[in-house]
Each structure stands twice: as structure tokens, then as C-alpha cells.
């Protein structure tokens, strides 16, 4: 069985490369009953919006931060994060008012 801890990263050159969604993954002699395990990274983004406190509420761009995989269970774990800038930082009485929302579309 391999450790999980040795899988975590990116092949050289591409650690800089920001995932999207829809790019294949291929895992190969890591999965005791399967020499090949081929699936792909959904497409679908989440829709992302955040609401400052008297501020209406403003669309983010969506950012795949980390993909994993237990190819025991058969899974795929996305997850995103969205940010906007700012011209200063909140005070925490008010960063703690921060609304947002998050909705998966297909």
C-alpha cells in the first residue's frame, strides 16, 4: 500500500499551474488491483460571491485549491476558495460580518 503523504504533490514544472476543472488525471502503479487509474476533474465550477458589510453582494472568481483522491473509496475531493482584494484590511468585528455564498450549477 503507498503511502498517501508520497502522492501529494506535483510532477516537476507543474506545481505553478493552477487547476480549472476538466484536466485528466492518471495514476499509474499506485492501486493494488488496477495498474492504471484514469478519471478527470470536474468541469463545474462553484458560483462564488461575497458581501462585505454595506456592500452588496459581489461575484469571485472560483480557484481550484487541492484535488484529492482515495482510490480506495473511489473518490475525488475539490476544493475551491474565492477572494477579492481590498484596499485595507477589515477590523475583526467586521470581517467577521462578512456574507458569502457558494452554489454548485451543472
Known amino acids: 500500500?503507498?503511502?498517501?503523504?508520497?502522492l501529494q504533490?506535483?510532477?516537476?514544472?507543474?506545481?505553478?499551474?493552477?487547476l480549472r476543472g476538466g484536466e485528466a488525471l492518471r495514476?499509474?502503479?499506485?492501486?493494488?488491483t488496477s495498474q492504471e487509474w484514469?478519471?478527470?476533474?470536474?468541469?463545474e465550477q462553484p458560483r462564488m460571491s461575497l458581501k462585505p458589510?454595506?456592500?452588496p453582494y459581489m461575484e469571485v472568481e472560483p480557484e481550484l485549491l487541492s484535488v484529492r483522491v482515495d482510490?480506495?473509496?473511489?473518490?475525488?475531493?475539490?476544493?475551491?476558495?474565492?477572494s477579492q482584494e481590498i484596499a485595507a484590511r477589515y477590523p475583526?468585528?467586521?470581517?467577521a460580518q462578512i456574507q458569502s455564498?457558494?452554489?454548485?450549477v451543472s
Open 101 to 104: 455564498r457558494v452554489q454548485f
Open 53 to 55: 458589510p454595506g456592500c
Open 38 to 43: 484514469v478519471m478527470t476533474i470536474p468541469r
Open 9 to 18: 504533490g506535483a510532477s516537476p514544472g507543474l506545481g505553478g499551474i493552477r
Open 27 to 32: 495514476a499509474t502503479h499506485v492501486h493494488p
Open 71 to 82: 482510490l480506495r473509496a473511489g473518490l475525488m475531493v475539490c476544493t475551491w476558495s474565492g
Open 1 to 6: 500500500m503507498a503511502d498517501s503523504r508520497a
Open 92 to 95: 475583526d468585528d467586521e470581517f
